[in-house]
């Protein structure tokens, strides 16, 4: 009998001779340091015997592991449950969604905001909503903008990374084809890209959207609780009136999981009926939003971001210092090394002296940019980062790239 299956084995084996082979790696928890596991296979974790200082979550306000935070979600589960149950159209809506909802919308500068079980449902779901003609997406937003752009059946027009000349460009072209002056655009950007830790020019790109009647569509997951009273870079841009739908996530300076919408009531209304991903989901765990609910809390009324960017100045010019080259003007500090094996030499030296900060590598970034992601919480002492810096200095200059 003919086979029509899938040679799963050759794919994995395609991907270890291409050295492109991703693996698990148990750590014992989610914090700004700890101990941490070989890939395991289908067996048990047996963890390092020495901890190690993470420089390479996202976990950005060190949250996960703060007692306020940790202390909101053990209520939630003893008053509400440990879960949602049923999608919230059906008996998974909480008061605990709304509470969070409520604190969202009144950080994001909104009239309402709607929580998703991640940030990949909310940008699949509120792309494929919309039901744009056409979408104008930045050539590096996240692959669910990606997945959303393409589920949602409209024309994909991609524009050169943050260049908002190409943007221009790529709209005038579209406004010459017929029947252009009917049609519904979007344009789809990320705020903070997570693996170049670029801010996009966004406020030109509401110049843009403006000349031509578009609208604006924003990304927040790696900007959301670091900026303007725990907001993103819409707010400290003062861009609430002129960008349509803000996005993101709960599981990065939030240290929950889920993702939001931020919007007008008609929007909120448009998802919660014609989002699929929010229909057809299971609510949100009350645990997960109450976790949120209270690290944003955190994020505006403590000092915690003013320690992240402590952090993460000292920790760029530290770098630069030594002559490793640093993208970026946020927090994330991609350290650009460009050769593959370069990179897993350097990622492993840093491992070998205490310090979490794995390579990068294509496929996902290009071929030639090779880098190690560096990024710092506002938990991290100066010992710590000054820890991280001697462990790249060593290294560097053990690797030859120093």
Not at 74 to 95: E, F, K, N, P, Y
Not at 290 to 296: F, I, K, P, R, T
Not at 362 to 369: A, N, R, S
């Amino acid at each position: 009998m003919e086979d029509r299956g899938f040679d799963l084995e050759d794919r994995v084996a395609d991907l270890e001779s291409a050295a492109l082979k991703r693996s698990l790696a148990p750590a014992d928890r989610v914090a700004d340091r700890g101990y941490f596991a070989a890939p395991p296979g289908g067996g048990l974790p047996v963890l390092d015997a020495e901890e190690a200082i993470v420089f390479a979550s996202n976990n950005y306000l060190g949250l996960t592991d703060d007692d306020r935070v940790q202390n909101a979600a053990r209520q939630a589960a003893a008053t509400v449950g440990t879960g949602a149950g049923a999608s919230r159209l059906v008996t998974g809506d909480t008061i605990v969604h709304h509470d969070l909802e409520r604190q969202l919308a009144e950080t994001k500068r909104t009239e309402r905001a709607l929580a998703f079980s991640s940030g990949y449902a909310a940008n699949v779901g509120t792309i494929a909503a919309l039901q744009p003609d056409v979408v104008f997406s930045d050539e590096l937003n996240h692959a669910s903008i990606v997945d959303g752009c393409r589920l949602s059946g409209a024309d994909v027009v991609v524009y050169d990374h943050c260049d908002v000349d190409d943007l221009r460009s790529k709209m005038e072209t579209q406004t010459a084809r017929d029947g252009a002056t009917e049609e519904s655009w979007l344009i789809v950007t990320d705020t903070v890209f997570s693996m170049d830790g670029t801010v996009a020019p966004l406020g030109s790109i509401c110049d843009a959207a403006e000349s031509v009647g578009a609208w604006v569509m924003a990304d927040e997951a790696h900007a959301t609780g670091l900026y303007t009273d725990g907001g993103g870079i819409v707010q400290a841009e003062g861009l609430e009136d002129r960008v349509h739908v803000q996005l993101g996530t709960l599981s990065k300076a939030l240290a929950s999981q889920g993702g939001y919408v931020a919007g007008s009531d008609a929007l909120i209304e448009c998802l919660v009926n014609d989002a699929r991903s929010f229909v057809f989901s299971t609510g949100l765990a009350p645990t997960a939003a109450a976790a949120a609910s209270e690290a944003l809390h955190v994020a505006r009324h403590s000092d915690a971001r003013e320690r992240l960017w402590e952090n993460v100045a000292h920790l760029r010019d530290g770098l630069e210092a030594m002559g490793f080259a640093v993208l970026g003007e946020s927090q994330i500090l991609p350290v650009v090394i460009g050769d593959r094996q370069d990179a897993l030499a350097l990622a492993e030296g840093v491992r070998e002296r205490g310090v979490v900060a794995p390579a990068i590598r294509p496929p996902t970034v290009p071929e030639g940019t090779s880098r190690i992601r560096v990024v710092p919480m506002a938990t991290h002492d100066q010992e710590d980062v000054v820890t991280c810096l001697e462990a790249f200095r060593a290294a560097g200059e053990e690797v030859g790239l120093l």
